[in-house]
């Protein structure tokens, strides 16, 4: 089992002495579109900018109405938003600069950090309660942390450093190497996230562990094991809260309860049917006149709907798709198993995160309360995206012949940019 990290990642790869003409070779063919070296770079970084500057502007769009009664404002929530964007992008550019090592060196602390983090968050006194989730810690003023966003990092970066050492060392021999110390690891983040109230989250650390087995090549049981085992979990989380009963019946009998635990969803679907093909224009959605809950964060989608109409929702489905498409790209090219673990893993929170929260707003899945990420407001959650895409960005630069595109392409503007100040050379 010990190579199957690089066989199920670079499974489904093509004959690169194939014949191939016609506007499939220009995307695919040697030398293609979609085979240049730096192919995932662009796209991972493209995609990240663009969602990331859509979620500014609909973050405005969406806050301002609110904002403006309760603070006098319209620009309050869209001003943190742009302080945790200009904190989290430096990350990110660190983070797109740093070799692995300083990743797998970094894992083992995040990963204590985070456990403690949501620990704290669960104590009366130091752990803050927002809307009957246990999940936040509050350091006075507007500055909260919600330590499970992190904890989805470092969940990456430990599993995949631990099955990466296992696999060096020829342990994958069976399942039992596979999830010992893993599964008590993923176990403890997954228990104090339950205890905190908070199941989307638990349900994106269940993906990402779910993710690491299936890329290191786990047998087909066990994930009907681990399978069994999230639907205890889920239905015990459902349980011990009524309203999140309450949720799941509402979800099945949408029809009901229109003006109490279905209004935030009925809401939202008023709003998506309201913007038609194009929307009605940027800044002139009527959902935000406090008909719609948390606009501006779980359910902002709702807000592109409105105001940008079904292009506007199909654009950013495809800004996803394609940073999903990226991230196993990633996955598939790096020969470092600690590389195709780590990008399997973002890649799976990314796009889960994203499917959970879109499918709650247009009613195929129950709400979960998660953010959209890059687009909904918050830092605690912006934050550790950015790094994990920076990660990504790091790992593309390590696809075969990425270095020698990088060299090859010359210094980029903020080079030149110093340069020219004298501070740096060419």
């Known amino acids: 089992m010990g190579a199957r990290v690089s066989e199920r990642v670079t499974s489904g790869g093509h004959d690169d002495d194939e014949e191939r003409s016609g506007p499939r070779a220009w995307f695919s063919g040697p030398g293609g579109l979609l085979d240049r070296p730096l192919t995932s770079y662009y796209l991972v970084l493209g995609c990240s900018m663009l969602l990331l500057a859509l979620g500014m ?34 990350l990110m550019w660190l983070a797109a600069r740093m070799p692995p090592r300083v990743f797998r060196v970094l894992a083992y602390p995040l990963m204590l950090l985070s456990a ?39 969940l990456i970066l430990w599993g995949a450093d631990l099955l990466a050492r296992k696999e060096k060392l020829r342990q994958l021999t069976e399942w039992r190497q596979l999830l010992i110390p893993l599964l008590p690891g993923a176990g403890v983040l997954v228990l104090l996230v339950m205890l905190g109230s908070d199941l ?6 269940l993906t990402i562990f779910l993710a690491l087995l299936w890329v290191v090549g786990a047998p087909g049981r066990l994930f009907v094991g681990m ?3 999230t639907g205890v979990l889920v239905s015990i989380l ?10 799941l019946t509402g979800f099945l009998d949408q029809s009901g309860n229109q003006l109490d635990i279905n ?60 940073l999903a498409y990226a991230g196993l790209r990633i996955a598939r090219r790096v ?21 959970v929260n879109i499918g709650a707003v247009i009613g195929v899945l129950p709400i979960t309360g998660i953010p959209l990420p890059l687009v909904s407001y918050g830092g605690s959650a912006l934050i550790p995206t950015l790094i994990v895409l920076g990660m990504l960005l790091s790992f593309a630069k390590r696809e075969p012949g990425a270095r020698q595109a990088l060299a090859a392409r010359g210094p980029g503007p903020a080079v030149l940019a110093l340069s020219w100040l004298g501070l740096a050379k060419r």
């Open 335 to 355: 020969k470092d198993p600690f590389m195709q673990l780590a990008a399997a893993g973002a890649t799976a929170w990314l796009a889960v995160q994203a499917i």
């Open 116 to 154: 403690l983090a949501l620990a704290v968050a669960l104590i009366p006194g130091l752990g803050q309660s927002v809307n009957g989730a246990q999940r936040w810690i509050s350091f006075g003023g507007p500055f909260q942390l919600q330590p499970s966003e992190p904890a989805k990092l470092a």
């Open 238 to 247: 459902i349980v011990v809260e009524p309203y999140r009963m309450q949720r």
């Open 263 to 322: 209004y935030q969803g009925i809401q939202g679907l008023y709003a998506i049917a309201s913007g038609g093909w194009f929307g009605t224009g940027l800044g002139e959605g009527r959902a935000k006149w406090n008909y719609l809950p948390h606009p501006e964060t779980d359910f902002i989608f709702a807000i592109i709907g409105e105001e940008l109409g079904l292009i506007g929702t199909l654009v950013v489905l495809g800004l996803f798709g394609l």
């Open 57 to 90: 502007v609909m973050v405005l769009s969406a806050s301002s109405i609110h904002q403006y009664q309760y603070t006098g404002s319209a620009f309050t929530l869209f001003e943190k938003q742009a302080l945790w964007v200009a904190i989290g992008l430096p």
């Open 200 to 205: 989307g989250t638990t349900l994106v650390l």
């Open 227 to 229: 399978a069994g085992v």
